[in-house]
């Protein structure tokens, strides 16, 4: 037997190597896992302390079952996670071990809950996908805006917003990881079940302000259901595109269409392929600039109003990358909630998430 680890796969990317350099600051001392040989030791020759190093590609799924073992925490940053996510789920399934990710893929965050999950609860695995930005801010701020309202909420509504130039510091992976959503189906969850929908919008106040949202979907629509049976309806909303947004719902409405055209889903890829070769052009540090303001609204069953919940903080790449490493070691020391797919909450309890997340940088405001 072997003592349990954190493995980092996809170290050598943006998020992976901020991952890296938080779970550094938090005394971890994580295996780096990717598929350049070269890039690993790079990587590993910048950091403060000397980490192993595991040569780990997707295309040969063998090489990620054996980075991975009973006990270990793995996280992975290899995104698009729609095409290379799999390989990961699968070798921590059947290791028994715990699994985190960083997407923001609606359709693999689907697949993860619904298809990969009973497998996992199976052989004694843990599942935890998006633990980011995408979407801890907004299972937290349903989960504190529920808690206040008691019995009678049936509906929560989240928006994600930004404030400062989010796309000039998006790194490569997440712009292919955009490309690859552009042609996926959306959903939300309605009358207590999942349903397929695109291009719905609505008005927040934030801050003081009017902000539009589209609606998308996310983890919120598995994972609080799970834990707040009385919900009837969950709606996630993303406040990213400002003044476009409401032409973003007409596009989105159109995109089953655009998606049956045959080559459609190839020109994507290619372009995501694109985009990834061209390299990262962020910097690794978090930028002051960019800012993030999460909230929460629940409603009763006849449309009133009763809690709102905001949640803000910085650098959404920061928060990622500081969210995940405490996720890996608090697991690591200190275990999981369950087996099978589950959401933030399910996973570390609410008050211990909302340390974790103030630990990495959001401050909570309720009203």
Known sequence: MTTPRIVLFGATGFTGRLTAEALLARGARPLLAGRDPAR???????????????????????????????????????????????????????????YLDSTGEPSFIKRVFQRYGPPAAARGATLITAFGYDYVPGNLAAALALRKAGTEATRVDIGYFVRGNLAR?????????????????????RDGRILREHGRTRLFTVGGRKRHGISLGA?????????????????????????????????????????????ARRVTEAMADRVIRSGPRTSS???????????????????????????????????????LAWAATTALIDGVGGTGALGPVDAFGLNALSEGCAGAGLHIATS
């Open 40 to 98: 690993l030791s790079a990587l590993a020759a910048s950091l403060p302390i000397e980490l192993p190093t595991a040569v780990a590609d997707v295309s040969r799924p063998d090489s990620v079952r054996r980075i991975v073992e009973s006990g270990d925490v793995l996280i992975s940053t290899v995104g698009p996670f729609t095409r290379w996510g799999e390989p990961a789920i699968q070798a921590v399934t059947e290791a028994g071990a715990i």
């Open 285 to 323: 540090s978090a930028d002051p600039a960019v800012s993030s303001q999460t909230i929460a609204e629940t409603y009763s069953s006849d449309g009133r109003l009763l809690t709102t919940v905001q949640l803000n903080g910085g650098d959404p790449y920061d928060f990622t990358a500081r969210i």
């Open 169 to 189: 510091r998006a790194s490569a992976g997440t712009r292919a990881s955009a490309l690859g959503m552009i042609l996926e189906p959306m959903y939300g969850y």
């Open 219 to 263: 983890s919120e629509h598995f994972a609080l259901p799970r834990a707040y049976p009385r919900l009837r309806e969950v709606n996630v909303y993303l406040g990213w595109l400002g003044g476009l947004t409401r032409a973003a719902g007409v596009f989105a409405r159109a995109t089953p269409v655009i998606a049956s055209f045959p080559g």
